[in-house]
């Protein structure tokens, strides 16, 4: 039936218009923005989960960074370590050198102060953002041994999220303790076995410029070598540790950072729209958008050959 109250022809090609307009905007803002879900209204499920991953990575990234500020502490720690067992080696060579008699103790012993300001300039110097590992003050209040370095964020199934870190006894490498209670490897007092004790001569407070060549003099200066060769070996035990916490921070590292691009891959396959595919489809929709335009007018023109028909 042909009425000039209703166009059913015109009714039916504007809805079928209407809904490939409908679709073209939705192609062309999957193209613009990159995003086959770019809000809730696109896919609710996969929007918030994209949206928690995300936040997620946000905070590897953070924990990422906080690895990288601890391997850096760490290094500064371990460096510094090498290089006093460096020095205190030295200091071992001029002592036993010393043992020979005849030998003037006072200017070895001169060389060897200087050795020793250096240690504790080492001791001084290994400061990393704020962090001295090896020269400390265990009677300040709140000074903890224990350092922590955030190493891991993980979301259990349900939702619940926990912070992991990598902890660092710094009670067996540090080097120096302002305290009166405790010492470090080179302020320790020593025994004549070279044993850390309640009386003795730390590395760096010996001195063997009044010792002469008698057997009570040159046991001492046996005490002072073997003192020394044993702060070496705990300073090599502290450097040994410190580099096995140094490799455990790399490899969380990289593993931080290759499970942070797994997830923005997870994200992607979620939310990321197929450009080759919305291409195609936007051509489509074009092609859809033209005939449409088409149908109309034919569909309108009806009604002029209705009006023919009363001339």
């Known amino acids: 039936m042909d009425s000039i109250k209703t166009n059913f022809a015109a009714m039916t090609a504007l809805q079928s218009l209407q809904n490939t307009n409908k679709e073209m905007v939705k192609t062309q803002s999957r193209i613009s923005t990159g995003y086959r879900v770019a809000t809730a209204e696109d896919n609710a499920s ?6 928690t991953m995300r936040s997620d990575n946000k905070a590897l990234s953070t924990v990422k960074d906080a690895l990288g500020l601890g391997s850096a502490t760490v290094d500064v720690a371990y460096t510094a370590v ?20 005849g030998v003037d103790r006072v200017k070895v012993q001169s060389e060897i102060t200087e050795l020793q300001n250096q240690l504790k300039n080492i001791g001084d110097s290994a400061t990393f953002s704020g962090q001295n590992w090896l020269s400390v003050d265990s009677s300040t209040a709140g000074y903890n041994a224990t350092k922590t370095i955030v190493a891991s964020f993980a979301r259990d199934v349900s939702g619940n999220i926990s ?14 303790d302002a305290s009166a209670s405790s010492a470090g490897i080179l302020d320790g007092l020593r025994d004549s076995t070279g044993a850390v004790a309640a009386t003795g001569t730390s590395v760096t407070g010996m001195d063997i410029s009044a010792l002469t060549d008698s057997s009570a003099d040159l046991t001492t200066l046996e005490g002072y070598i073997k003192g020394v060769d044993t702060a070496i070996k ?9 580099g096995s916490v140094k490799q455990r921070v790399g490899l969380q590292k990289d593993f931080v950072n290759s499970l942070m691009q797994a997830i923005d891959r997870g994200v992607s396959t979620l939310v990321d729209a197929d450009m080759s595919e919305e291409s195609t489809k936007l051509q489509a929709l074009q092609v859809q958008q033209q005939l449409g335009i088409q149908a109309m007018s034919i569909a309108n023109s009806s009604t002029q050959n209705i009006l023919s028909l009363f001339r």
């Open 82 to 101: 090498n290089s006093a067992i460096d020095v205190s080696s030295e200091i071992k060579a001029k002592l036993v050198a010393a043992r020979e008699p």
């Open 163 to 176: 912070i992991g870190t990598i902890s660092v006894d710094t009670s067996d490498v540090k080097l120096f």
């Open 46 to 51: 996969y929007w918030s989960i994209a949206t």
């Open 234 to 242: 705990e300073m090599t035990t502290a450097a040994t540790n410190l």
